[in-house]
């Protein structure tokens, strides 16, 4: 189970903290990472980390602004946006993997429900 928090309605430059709850699998043996969909657009990946080292990737939108991080104890997950723009406007989703090196991209196995983040201009 996946479960995110964190979202809101922020001002454009603004900050948000995203968390991802995780339960019923080790978390440590998972890929894990931020998905997110704006209206209208199809799921793109945002950031993962892979637990087995911790590695992370970015997406070119966001490196540099946003920070994804973990605390292996809580089986938690984060993102850490700043500078938030409009574009950053999307049901932000966090997912895992049972194959630690699989791809970043939006076909992972594991969903949580999403949370929405809205970016006021």
């Known amino acids: 189970q996946l479960v995110e928090s964190g979202g809101g309605l922020v001002q454009a430059g603004e900050s948000l903290r995203l968390s991802c709850a995780t339960s019923?699998?080790?978390?440590?043996?998972?890929?894990i990472g931020w998905f997110r969909q704006a209206p209208g657009k199809e799921r793109e990946a945002v950031s993962c980390?892979?637990?087995?080292?911790?590695?992370?990737y970015y997406e070119d939108p966001v490196r540099g602004r946003f920070a994804i991080s973990r605390d292996v104890a809580k089986s938690t997950l984060y993102l850490h946006m700043n500078n938030l723009k409009s574009e950053d406007t999307a049901v932000y989703y966090c997912?895992?993997?049972?194959?630690?090196?699989?791809?970043?991209?939006?076909?992972?196995?594991?969903w949580g429900q999403g949370t929405l983040v809205t970016v006021s201009s």
């Open positions: 019923g699998f080790i978390f440590e043996d998972y890929a």
């Open positions: 980390i892979n637990n087995r080292d911790g590695s992370t």
């Open positions: 997912a895992a993997d049972p194959i630690p090196l699989r791809a970043c991209i939006p076909t992972w196995h594991y």
